[in-house]
């Protein structure tokens, strides 16, 4: 299936989701207690557990099916796609009800996609989908619409000039393809002052910091530093720290830092002041409202096909806002 000639259905808001959120964890169910997806075998490839977001998204797929009395099989995808192949294919074997499958890199998860269909399993999707295949719903954060964001708040933090350090995730990753290009084409429509030399950590603290310190030894005149998820963050901040560059808004030498994801730790970042800012996405919207799709299905409900979550920038202003998904884990 060509997944340019989709129909984009009206998008749905962070607050009209979050506030959703916020009634399942007030503990007001949703849905009625006799669910259609009771009873149901889920199986749910998750793109790694070694990041934050990505727990918090299965932790809250996971209760909304315990709430529903889905049965459900998590697989940790480990931020790669060999991983997640031999596991896709091994799930298709056992032929559960559903699969949700959020891919690492879903052009080499083509073929047990193929595999699914081929078997007659619902296949929902999470944030990346393949060149082919079929699924009947497919949720993720806008994340081109994200990458602009961060490149109005890298603008707004230096004053539209200089050069900036965009520290990116995986190649291949359709997340980080995304935000990438929401970023470039906003710099290059609006910000021509500004100079971005892009570091390829593949989504890793460690990555990070190493490529960190090497762009500041090529040259030490960077104006900001924006990465493509809040664990690179952790390791740029550790750079920064190494070579002594790490100074708090309003010291003198502070170089601004913009972090992707709003989780706890970059909120916290955020207080501290080694962080300025964070383009929030939401894993308590994202899992709401792709279990409401597959309830909608087995329901025979209309079923939104493709769902787009907006961000939302954080800054030091608005970091304790209730809304923040980052302020709602515990």
Same mark, same amino acid.
């Given at each position: ?135 009947? @719903? ?9 990458? @602009? ?5 890298? &603008? ?44 390829? @950590?593949?989504?890793? &603290? ?17 104006? @900001? ?13 550790? &750079? ?91």
């Amino acid at each position: 299936m060509d997944k340019t000639s989709l129909m984009k259905t009206t998008r749905r808001t962070f607050l009209g989701l979050a506030a959703g959120a916020a009634m399942l964890a007030s503990g007001t169910s949703a849905f009625a207690q006799d669910s259609v997806l009771k009873g149901k075998n889920l199986a749910y490839i998750a793109f790694g557990l070694q990041y934050e977001y990505q727990v918090t998204l299965v932790d809250h797929v996971k209760k909304l099916a315990a709430e529903k009395g889905m049965n459900i099989s998590v697989y940790d995808g480990k931020g790669d796609a060999s991983t997640q192949t031999t596991q896709l294919l091994d799930v298709v074997s056992k032929q559960p009800d559903i699969i949700l499958l959020n891919p690492v890199d879903a052009t080499l998860l083509q073929g047990g996609v193929r595999k699914a269909n081929e078997s007659g399993i619902p296949l929902f999707m999470l944030e990346n989908l393949p060149p082919e295949g079929e699924w009947i @719903a497919y949720n993720t954060f806008d994340d081109v619409a994200g990458g @602009a964001a961060a490149a109005d708040a890298v &603008a707004k933090v230096t004053g539209g000039k200089g050069l900036v350090l965009e520290v990116r995730g995986a190649i291949g990753s359709g997340q980080s393809e995304k935000r990438y290009k929401g970023f470039h084409d906003q710099m290059d429509a609006k910000y021509p002052d500004i100079k971005i030399e892009t570091l390829k @950590a593949e989504w890793t &603290a460690d990555n990070a910091q190493t490529l960190t310190v090497d762009a500041f030894t090529r040259d030490p005149n960077v104006a @900001a530093i924006w990465a493509h998820n809040d664990e690179m963050i952790r390791g740029v901040v550790s &750079a920064l720290r190494q070579i002594d560059r790490l100074k708090k808004p309003g010291e003198e030498g502070h170089i601004p830092v913009i972090g992707f994801d709003g989780t706890p730790l970059g909120l916290q970042r955020i207080r501290e002041g080694t962080q300025d800012a964070d383009v929030g996405q939401n894993p308590f919207s994202m899992g709401t409202s792709i279990v409401g799709e597959m309830e909608n299905h087995f329901a025979g409900k209309p079923v939104q096909k493709e769902t787009l979550i907006q961000p939302v920038m954080i800054w030091k202003e608005n970091v304790d806002s209730k809304d923040n998904w980052g302020n709602m884990v515990k």
